[in-house]
């Protein structure tokens, strides 16, 4: 099969199921771009990285997803200054052998967001302290939205899921799960937190889209919370991508 000659693809850990694929794919086809293809690379462990450039040099563009978006930051020879201050790279920008580093999961997040917030949407609780809840907490933090992460080990001034009380969740009106708990195949699965404390002033956000309604969803709505899953969010985080592998090279962040 002769190769395109406009590469982009995926990187990532066991990413058969990935939206990007499709949706980029899909993207070609409408826009007629022919010579355009977008490849899933599944590493099982980032050391695979440099042999992944090494044989595949006229890759243009990637986008990186679990468990890798903290795990790449070495490999790259730039870091844009918001994916900097996030610790975290979605978005692999490839030009003359130079690595640019973006994360466009901040763009994808807010604007997904937005539209569903209330003014009693003051505190949240992230569930999870991956790569994707970096980039969750810079968007709280640039909309002075206070936020506390939840985890299973959790450092010094995060919370333990032990820890939720009624009086956390009851100050805590929005709860966004980053774990991959809930997506597919295992679609029963969700973040153990006490869900019977939710409630109709709770905005539930995940960022799973595989299935539409998680588990994680269909606890918060049967107890009248609105719920949000992520679908949006990655289309808007793939075309922002999208814009960053069409800019020219000189205006590509610092």
Not at 156 to 161: A, D, R
Not at 169 to 188: A, K, M, R, S, Y
Not at 191 to 208: N, S
Request: net charge negative; proline share 4%.
């Amino acid at each position: 099969m002769k190769t395109k000659k406009h590469r982009f693809g995926l990187i990532g850990k066991n990413i058969s199921y990935s939206f990007s694929r499709g949706y980029f794919t899909k993207k070609f086809q409408n826009l007629e771009l022919q010579d355009h293809s977008y490849e899933n690379f599944d590493l099982q462990s980032i050391e695979k990285f440099d042999g992944l450039l090494e044989a595949n040099p006229d890759v243009k563009g990637l986008n990186v997803t679990i468990p890798y978006k903290q795990e790449i930051l070495p490999y790259l020879n730039k870091i844009d200054d918001t994916a900097l201050q996030i610790g975290a790279v979605n978005t692999i920008k490839i030009e003359d052998n130079n690595l640019i580093g973006y994360n466009t999961d901040v763009i994808g997040f807010q604007k997904t967001l937005e539209p569903h917030l209330k003014s009693h949407h003051s505190r949240a609780l992230i569930l999870g302290t991956g790569g994707a809840s970096k980039a969750i907490a810079h968007v709280f933090k640039t909309m002075g939205i206070e936020h506390r992460f939840v985890s299973r080990n959790p450092d010094e001034g995060q919370l333990n899921y032990i820890d939720l009380s009624e009086k956390i969740l009851q100050e805590h009106t929005v709860v966004v799960n980053c774990t991959p708990l809930g997506t597919h195949p295992d679609i029963e699965r969700l973040p153990d937190i006490p869900y019977d404390f939710l409630g109709t002033r709770h905005l539930i956000f995940d960022l799973i889209y595989n299935p539409a309604k998680t588990s994680f969803l269909k606890a918060g709505e049967e107890r009248g919370a609105s719920i949000v899953n992520g679908q949006k969010m990655l289309e808007i985080q793939a075309e922002a991508s999208w814009e960053i592998w069409n800019l020219p090279v000189r205006q590509a962040g610092s």
